[in-house]
């Protein structure tokens, strides 16, 4: 199909659709024009069709490079810490590192949505049924995650 397309394509530079006659000799001679173009580019070894294809995926260095690829994938998932294959289930551990997190820290994590809960609370209240302030910023909470 590639071989088939011309500059600029039906509607492009020849202006082919304009004229009727020339749009009929291009669509009955797009197979054969094709042909031609894939018989030069054999006869001249650009083309790579030891697999029966001309798609670059199958190639076999493509497929090479493909399959190391997907090895790095799995030996980079499998280095990773199973946060639920661990002894410590009273910590909260980092799955990036494997460390456990600090004091501060899981206190935070474990409470970020009740303090959520409590900042909204508060916005209803001082700025939805009192009706002022209400396009003023929104406070931080500054939770440490």
Do not use: C
């Amino acid at each position: 199909m590639r071989h088939a397309q011309s500059y600029g394509g039906a509607a492009g530079a020849s202006g082919l659709l304009s004229n009727y006659q020339a749009y009929q000799r291009w669509v009955r001679t797009t197979h054969a024009r094709s042909q031609y173009v894939d018989a030069t580019l054999g006869m001249a070894g650009m083309v790579d069709n030891t697999h029966g294809t001309k798609h670059r995926d199958t190639r076999v260095t493509e497929i090479r490079k493909g399959e190391r690829l997907v090895t790095k994938a799995n030996n980079a998932i499998e280095s990773f810490l199973n946060p639920f294959s661990t002894d410590t289930k009273e910590q909260l551990l980092i799955i990036s590192s494997g460390s456990s997190a600090s004091a501060d820290i899981s206190n935070d994590v474990l409470k970020a949505e009740v303090i959520g809960q409590q900042a909204r609370d508060v916005f209803v209240e001082s700025r939805l049924k009192k009706d002022r302030d209400f396009f003023e910023p929104i406070k931080r909470l500054n939770l440490k995650t």
